[in-house]
């Protein structure tokens, strides 16, 4: 309920009236929305874990740019940078996306002006999320990991399980006598950790070092250089510059955990760039989340060091 009533008092007045109706009091519906979407003068649709919700309601023009210039915190201009990405990313770490009309120079979007449409993702912490994935991630007779890919497709909860992960590894855990490591989170999004004002939002771990608001190739190599960790971690993996910066990464001693978008090694080999890593053996975990149950395996590929193949492990 607490994510949700940080997500309401960005919108106007008789669009928060409208979720609240629908919520009615009932707390495990409001702790089950994922995404709240408006749109100029369409319905409210409300996702679910399992289903979608139009709500009567369609929001004027003027409505949506209110929610639009709360969400910029009336400075529409200072959040210029992440509005030409396509998305803000609030207190609490929750996500809004936006789509408008794109103003595009040297094929680089500079601008996006009449939005149309919002997409408030709400950014949950579920501890011991990642419970079902630790296993197959830590490497106990080193007291460390294995170079790990969480991959599936957006929305099975990858990115709240890498958060929890990252707990567990930096705070060090008792039971199975793993001390803790210091992990260096390039959190481009702000989805992870949710830093505002250096402060982060989301519980990532004691001996975890963040930096945020930068690509994740030069957060890599500016942990690399700068905070000597022994784990570094970022969310959705997949382009050149990702896999030059991986590649610097795991060369210099340094253990990986990243998260990517797919369904199956073979939509992964589809990526020339994630092709690469796997083709190198970069990759000493695969595992795949089902898309239809958050937070459970799927499938989990080990890498076969000796005779560098991948092999089903479950």
Partial sequence: MEELKEILEYFTKPIEEQILKMVNGNEEIANNIQEIRIRTNKPIIVKLDNSNKSLKY???????????DKVCENSIYSYKK???????TIKGGHRIGLTGN???ENDRVVNINYISSLNFRIAREKLESSSNVLKYVIKMEENNIYNTLIVSPPGAGKTTILRDLLRKLSNGIKEISFKGKTVGLVDERGEIAAMYKGIPQKDVGLRTDVIDNITKPKGMKMLVRSMSPEIIAC????STEDVNAINYAICSGVKGIFTAHGGSIEELNLNPELAELIKKNIFERIIFLN??????????YGLDIKNKEYKILI
Wanted: hydrophobic share 45%; proline share 6%; charged share 30%.
């Fill in 235 to 238: 969310d959705e993996i997949g």
């Fill in 58 to 68: 369609k929001v004027p023009q003027e409505e949506l740019l209110k929610t639009f």
């Fill in 102 to 104: 794109a103003v595009m």
């Fill in 82 to 88: 992440h509005i030409c990405e396509g998305f803000i």
């Fill in 291 to 300: 898309p239809k149950v958050k937070g459970e395996i799927l499938q989990v």
